[in-house]
């Protein structure tokens, strides 16, 4: 079955850096495009980065220039690195993968950015 589990959250001050990380496995890695999404405490879950089976990337304006998404197909893992954090980035960060319509999520890391 596919499961995807995140790590790398934590508590960081203002301007700090986290480095996301999520392993997938149950499917064929490298034939997917995988996303980050994020929710904030009382808000919904938005779209932060995606990248494409291919390589291509994409990102909410939110974030851009700030989060790098990556992924390493050999690893099955996927990466985000996020840079000059701000308290509007707190939430809890899913991975997130659709197969056969079928859309798949990790069970979250909560990333918390103080002021």
């Known amino acids: 079955q596919v499961q995807l589990v995140e790590s790398g959250g934590g508590l960081v001050q203002s301007g700090g850096s986290l480095r996301l990380s999520c392993a997938a496995s149950?499917?064929?890695?490298?034939?997917?495009?995988m996303n980050w999404y994020r929710q904030a405490p009382g808000k919904e879950r938005d779209l932060v980065a995606r990248?494409?089976?291919?390589?291509?990337?994409n990102y909410a304006d939110s974030v851009k220039g700030r989060f790098t998404i990556s992924r390493d197909n050999a690893k099955n893992r996927m990466y985000l690195q996020m840079n000059s954090l701000k308290p509007e980035d707190t939430g809890v960060y899913y991975c997130?993968?659709?197969?056969?319509?079928?859309?798949?999520w990790g069970q979250g890391t909560q990333v918390t950015v103080s002021s």
């Open positions: 997130n993968v659709y197969v056969n319509s079928w859309s798949y």
């Open positions: 149950g499917i064929i890695f490298r034939n997917n495009d």
């Open positions: 990248i494409t089976s291919g390589g291509l990337t």
